[in-house]
């Protein structure tokens, strides 16, 4: 398999809600300059479409899920500012153990360990 394929597709969880997701790749893709410079277009209320050097495409979606935020990025020649703007993103919040492993398996647990 060749090296880069696993950087074309990149997730991350995070605390912060959608929107401020989406809000934050504009501001982080758009204002960079030289080869690396992006603009918008398209963008939904769960994702977002940049275009780049010669019609490169950066694709960024986000959800909500049980965890937290689940943030995807997808590109080819983009794959290090991706690493980049995901790495930025502050990491979900950890789901307590009854969330984690269920209620039966907590209640299941010795007094001294739940």
Known sequence: MHQQS???????????????VLALAARF?????????TF?????????VLRGQGGEELVI????????TAVTGST???DQQLARFLDSL????PLPLADAVGTDAVAALPEAVA
């Open 29 to 37: 893709f758009t204002r960079r300059s030289g080869v690396y410079a």
């Open 76 to 78: 080819y020649m983009f």
């Open 6 to 20: 696993n950087r074309q597709l990149q997730d991350r969880l995070t605390s912060l809600p959608v929107a401020e």
């Open 90 to 93: 502050p990491p979900a919040l």
């Open 40 to 48: 918008i277009e398209k963008q939904g209320p769960s994702h977002l």
């Open 61 to 68: 979606a986000a959800r909500l899920t049980d965890a937290g």
